[in-house]
């Protein structure tokens, strides 16, 4: 247990479907991130958020929203996913200064059908 | 901007025996973090081992220790004793000091099996 939960652990959607995944955690960091995860590819950095500000989006298409209403949860709105956007989507938070290693949640495995 | 290069996919060790994982990384920074995760099939990636740039000695977590070459841009783990759990997928990171850019950069990542 790192102290970084995600829900789902797994999620089945449609394309037409709208899903959100949640990520909460509850060591006082100060900044979070989503990572996605596929096979065969390296780990991927979609969003950050210092101090709830994004302050990086990595070229990710619409169709995820990030949003990060306190500095302790940060959500991934989905819509209109493509089967390409099946993948593992990991969460993690980390504080800016001092000790910076990032904590992950167990992620989510999402499945777009 | 930074990358950071696994250029073994996979590797394989022997219960008990010593195996070392390489990681080079590219940067202009002179002060920076450089981090070993591991990934087991449970899918949580847990912090192994961290290495701040400046210092020079080499970091070390009971089994688990690095050789950071700053100059060369090598950042190795070495895994001694290895045990069944050792087996996942490990990823190599690269963090800039400063707070303005938290983002960590991860290689590819090697799979290493442990063999009984």
């Known amino acids: 247990e790192t102290g970084v939960t995600q829900t789902p652990r797994h999620l089945v959607m449609g394309m037409t479907n709208k899903k959100s995944l949640k990520c909460e955690q509850h060591l006082g960091h100060n900044a979070m991130y989503w990572y996605k995860q596929s096979a065969k590819k390296p780990l991927e950095l979609m969003f950050v958020?210092?101090?709830?500000?994004?302050?990086e989006n990595n070229s990710v298409p619409s169709r995820f929203s990030p949003e990060c209403p306190n500095s302790s949860h940060l959500f991934l709105h989905l819509h209109t996913l493509q089967p390409e956007d099946s993948a593992l989507y990991l969460c993690?938070?980390?504080?800016?200064?001092?000790?910076?290693?990032?904590?992950f949640g167990q992620g989510t495995r999402l499945t777009v059908v | 901007a930074q990358t950071v290069t696994q250029s073994q996919p996979e590797m394989s060790v022997q219960e008990a025996e010593t195996v070392t994982l390489s990681c080079t990384y590219d940067t202009s920074e002179s002060d920076y973090y450089l981090f070993w995760y591991k990934q087991p099939p449970s899918r949580q990636m847990i912090l192994v081992i961290r290495q701040e740039a400046y210092k020079q000695q080499n970091a070390t977590e009971n089994r688990f220790s690095v050789n950071f070459q700053k100059a060369a841009k090598s950042f190795s783990l070495k895994i001694s004793d290895s045990q069944l759990g050792d087996a996942a997928m490990y990823f190599c990171a690269y963090r800039d000091r400063t707070g303005a850019n938290s983002k960590l950069t991860f290689g590819k990542g090697i799979t290493l099996s442990v063999r009984p």
């Open positions: 993690a938070s980390s504080q800016l200064t001092g000790r910076t290693e990032a904590f």
């Open positions: 958020y210092n101090f709830k500000e994004q302050t």
